[in-house]
């Protein structure tokens, strides 16, 4: 029997507050019902100032603990955090690089396989089924569903 998921249209975000929204997605997706987490979306973006790259990877203690006491949205421990540690580490890269974007423009060489392998190794809680839905969210390269 075939997982049916339901895959989202892909678009290409406008900068990398864009990427980091669609990596958190992904992410909170993983194990939960995501129906109830895009029912909640709008919430997690008042929650988490527009995932707004730089705002959210200054957040520090309160920043967290408002989090996990916030009733709008899936108050998961290890995905707040994580959320709050792949804004500072996308950050990073984006400055490296110039953007996200351009990031992502340096993994070109290596096949689907090797990019998701460095995208989950980079990222908290991104797992190889996160990353096809991030990747394809994203507007990037992946393989069928059923061939990845």
């Given at each position: ?11 290409r975000?406008?900068g ?11 992410i ?14 709008d ?19 309160a ?12 108050r998961?421990r290890?995905?707040?955090t ?7 580490r996308m950050?990073?890269l ?15 060489s290596?096949?689907?396989?090797q ?6 190794t ?17 507007d ?7 061939d990845?």
């Amino acid at each position: 029997m075939v997982t049916q998921i339901e895959i989202p249209p892909r678009v290409r975000p406008d900068g990398d507050s864009g990427y980091l929204e669609e990596l958190t997605k992904a992410i909170f997706r993983a194990g939960f019902s995501w129906r109830v987490v895009r029912e909640k979306w709008d919430a997690f973006r008042r929650a988490f100032d527009g995932f707004n790259l730089d705002r959210v990877a200054a957040y520090e203690a309160a920043d967290i603990a408002r989090l996990f006491n916030d009733p709008r949205i899936v108050r998961n421990r290890r995905k707040i955090t994580g959320t709050v540690e792949n804004a500072r580490r996308m950050r990073e890269l984006a400055r490296q690089h110039g953007s996200f974007y351009s990031y992502l423009r340096s993994l070109d060489s290596l096949d689907y396989h090797q990019r998701v392998r460095v995208l989950t190794t980079h990222f908290y809680g991104l797992g190889r089924t996160g990353a096809f839905v991030f990747l394809h969210c994203v507007d990037e390269e992946t393989p069928d569903w059923h061939d990845r």
